[in-house]
């Protein structure tokens, strides 16, 4: 038998193996997913109750400022959080707070049994106005608040949250100093009000 005219037997290829497949989370793994976070695990989150949870304060609040202050001690410097809040209930009531903490939380629950320790309410008028003229100076800030029908709150900086917090409305303030301290200008409004407080 001639090689050209000989048989070609066709050859079948080894069967290769089924691929492995990789675990599930290997992909998140490769990309740094999950760093530091639940690692897998499906228990309940730890913490007391969610914020829905809790009872609503009768009271609205806002945070002015959250610092981060060290101390030096003999071992090196220890670190907590300063924070200066507003609460007011918008019918006259209001009151600056500051609180300190190591954890930030506990600063702002001290901040706000600060605030209503210093609440005020206000005198105001049928129609939520200032009946005169105030002005006051606290530390380096100076503020002036006047009664002005039919403009709304015109107010800048930390005063415009006093205000708006005690729920007074057509107002205009002025902060007639430079100082950008928001607790001081807070403080300087606070002053400013008590003189019409009841």
Request: proline share 5%; glycine share 12%; aromatic share 4%.
């Amino acid at each position: 038998m001639n090689e050209d005219t000989a048989p070609v037997t066709a050859t079948t290829p080894a069967p290769t193996a089924a691929p492995v497949a990789a675990p599930a989370d290997f992909q998140d793994r490769r990309r740094g997913g999950d760093r530091g976070g639940n690692k897998g695990r499906g228990g309940p989150r730890r913490g007391g109750p969610r914020r829905d949870d809790r009872q609503r304060s009768e009271f609205d609040q806002k945070t002015l400022s959250v610092r981060r202050v060290a101390r030096v001690m003999a071992g090196g410097r220890r670190f907590s959080f300063s924070v200066a809040m507003v609460i007011g209930d918008r019918k006259g009531g209001v009151g600056v707070g500051t609180g300190k903490a190591g954890d930030t939380a506990l600063a702002i629950d001290k901040a706000l049994r600060d605030a209503k320790k210093n609440l005020i309410h206000l005198k105001l008028t049928k129609e939520m106005m200032l009946p005169h003229d105030v002005r006051a100076k606290y530390a380096a800030s100076v503020v002036t608040i006047y009664p002005a029908k039919g403009t709304g709150l015109v107010a800048g900086s930390s005063v415009r949250t006093v205000l708006e917090l005690a729920g007074v409305k057509d107002v205009t303030a002025k902060i007639l100093s430079r100082s950008k301290n928001q607790l001081n200008n807070a403080r300087a409004a606070i002053k400013a009000l008590k003189t019409i407080a009841r």
